[in-house]
């Protein structure tokens, strides 16, 4: 195929509408990205190309085009340049800031931390971690939950992968820390992620204090030949597939990518939980039975029986189909790429969207409505909360554990109530990962003794 003939099929693509303006799309794309991509959805179908600030950009929708993409080589949709903004917080070496030979043996490390015998130590970390914490809630009250389980879930993420003394000793600071990396991953960043302004001032500065906190205690631990079960031990026993180690700031950056891609699942989709529960008491009551019942033969919940929990795993999935925290998800791409008779060149962004597509209603019936009990669809490229392939989201499983274990713990002991009307909680996008309505107030009270 000739470039003029490329160009030709590339055309017929259809263009959003509105984007005259200096930056194209970019002040609507930023304003709520979601929305925006709903918009060129509903508008031109399946593909829809428009200006991302001078990055044209092809949204791609639907269980063919989701596969299409995934089963691409990144060879020629590339992650790393399309995620070049995540670089300054994971650092250079690590995942999009290494070769792209260097960051599959490193999800290959990840992968040995998430082994079911390292889930299974992980999981009563997560409930001592949660049964602190209501342990002084008292009999009723109030609370912002949101930022209660962005709290909650960097020091169930510190204590898990990095170790009890880390976490009783540098939580705060973690939690500082975090807020800080993630005010930077905003919409603007897709763009440029290196102007100069105070949120990435504020990275910068933030993501150097951590690599100093975790080299430190990789140094302490060596210097003391101590050994571990968490996560941070997998890294510095880790070795290339030529026998290197990892260097002290690839095993950072690698704490840093797990947490990261971790802490903002769990917070969200915990959060949303809790929401969802609130607003939906017949469901709830459903879920309070099946914890119960699997509390009465285990009271520690551990990580097998928490696979046995189908009424919450619908639930959860659910929360995840209707509320996913990423998005957008985005591919450059390198060698012209193909799709149904059209040619999207290479130096263009591919776009694709767990928003949009969870709102199919040819794959989710009635998407407005909540439903727990939802048949997963026929069709395994509809679902895609995580992404998919081979760069489906490291922290997945991780976060999913967290949310379950904590989630049991709160409806063993409390009921929950929303503290306002239910149209009042609503999704934002602070920054590109969608969060409930700030403040994400919830009344609690304790269960009478049963």
């Known amino acids: 195929m000739t470039a003029a003939n490329a160009q030709q099929r590339s055309a017929t693509i259809r263009f959003v509408s509105g984007g005259r303006e200096p930056g194209g799309h970019f002040a609507e794309f930023c304003a709520h990205p979601a929305h925006f991509l709903m918009r060129a959805y509903r508008e031109c179908g399946e593909l829809a190309e428009f200006d991302q ?7 791609m929708v639907g269980p063919e085009a989701h596969e299409a993409i995934f089963r691409a080589p ?9 995620y070049q903004y995540m670089v300054p ?45 209501i342990s002084g809630w008292g009999e009723h009250g109030q609370m912002d939950f949101y930022e209660s389980f962005a709290d909650l879930t960097i020091k169930t993420s510190t204590h898990c992968l990095l170790g009890a003394e880390f976490r009783y000793t540098l939580t705060d600071e973690f939690a500082r820390i975090y ?13 440029d992620h ?16 951590l690599g100093e906190l975790i080299i430190a205690r990789v140094r302490e631990r060596r210097a003391a030949g101590e050994q571990h079960d968490d996560l941070l031990s997998v890294y510095m026993n880790s070795t290339y597939q030529d026998g290197t180690p990892l260097s002290e700031s690839q095993i950072a950056g690698m704490v840093v990518w797990f947490m990261f891609a971790g802490h903002h699942t769990s ?20 879920i ?41 998800l985005s591919r450059r791409v390198v060698q012209d790429f193909h799709y149904k008779g059209h040619c999207i060149e290479a130096g263009k962004n591919i776009m694709f969207s767990p928003w949009v597509a969870h709102r199919l209603p040819e794959h989710f019936p009635d998407p407005e409505r909540f439903d727990p009990h939802r048949p997963e669809p026929e069709n395994k490229f509809a679902y895609i909360p995580f992404g998919g392939g081979s760069r489906k989201c490291v922290g997945n499983a991780f ?29 934002i996008m602070p920054s590109l990962i969608l969060r409930p309505s700030d403040p994400c107030v919830l009344r609690y009270q304790r269960r009478a003794p049963s």
Request: glycine share 6%.
């Open 53 to 59: 600030g001078g990055i044209l950009t092809v949204l």
């Open 74 to 82: 990144d060879e020629q949709l590339s992650a790393a340049l399309a």
């Open 89 to 133: 917080i994971f650092g250079e070496g690590v995942q999009y800031g290494a070769p792209l030979a260097i960051e599959r043996q490193q999800l290959r490390m990840h992968s040995q931390g998430l082994r079911a015998e390292r889930m299974t130590y992980y999981a009563p970390i997560i409930a001592r971690e949660a049964a602190d914490w």
């Open 179 to 191: 807020h800080d990396l993630g005010a930077a991953v905003d919409a603007s960043g897709t763009v």
């Open 194 to 209: 290196t102007v100069q302004k105070a949120a990435y001032a504020r990275r910068d500065e933030a993501r150097a204090e």
């Open 267 to 286: 917070a969200n989709t915990a959060a949303w939980t809790l929401v969802e529960l609130a607003r939906h008491p017949q469901f709830c009551a459903e």
């Open 288 to 328: 309070v039975q099946e914890v119960d019942g699997l509390w009465a033969d285990d009271p520690e919940l551990g990580f097998r029986t928490l696979r046995k929990m189908p009424l919450l795993d619908g639930f959860v999935r659910e929360i995840l189909r209707a509320h996913p925290p990423l998005n957008t």
């Open 399 to 427: 976060a999913i554990l967290q949310v379950k274990r904590i989630i049991c713990e709160l409806l063993h002991h409390y009921q929950f109530e929303l503290d306002g009307p239910a149209d009042t909680y609503q999704e």
